[in-house]
Nanobody
Framework: QVQLVEFGGGLVQAGGSLRLSCAAS????????MGWFRQAPGKEREFVSAITWGGGGTSYADSVKGRFMISRDYAQNMVYLQMDSLKPEDTAVYYC????????????????WGKGTLVTVSS
């Protein structure tokens, strides 16, 4: 029912910023909680951030609190992840995720995944 495509990954120096975008297709986008996960080389996929279907609640991993911000645009069927003060340890493939009716804060509750976009932060 939902397809997710990420945009915005790239190479940035430590301390820089990037904004990731996730374009969602399919009906009832507004009823899905949306989120971002990431997987660094040699590590398991981990939760980064999520936003409720209504947009009123957000969650962040401790490692990104104060640096990343998630948002969504219902009119454009888009979800964003603004990443500031990037660190080399933020280097990973970032995946957009969707969960029916609530925010996806764990892999087990994710219903749809994007294919990922690579973020590389140099020292």
């Amino acid at each position: 029912q939902v397809q997710l495509v990420e945009f915005g990954g790239g190479l940035v120096q430590a301390g820089g910023s990037l904004r990731l975008s996730c374009a969602a297709s399919g009906r009832a986008f507004s009823t899905y909680g949306m989120g971002w996960f990431r997987q660094a080389p040699g590590k398991e996929r981990e939760f980064v951030s999520a936003i409720t279907w209504g947009g009123g609640g957000t969650s962040y991993a401790d490692s990104v609190k104060g640096r990343f911000m998630i948002s969504r645009d219902y009119a454009q069927n888009m979800v964003y992840l603004q990443m500031d003060s990037l660190k080399p340890e933020d280097t990973a493939v970032y995946y957009c995720a969707a969960s029916r009716g609530r925010a996806p804060t764990a892999q087990a509750v994710v219903d749809y995944w994007g294919k990922g976009t690579l973020v590389t932060v140099s020292s």
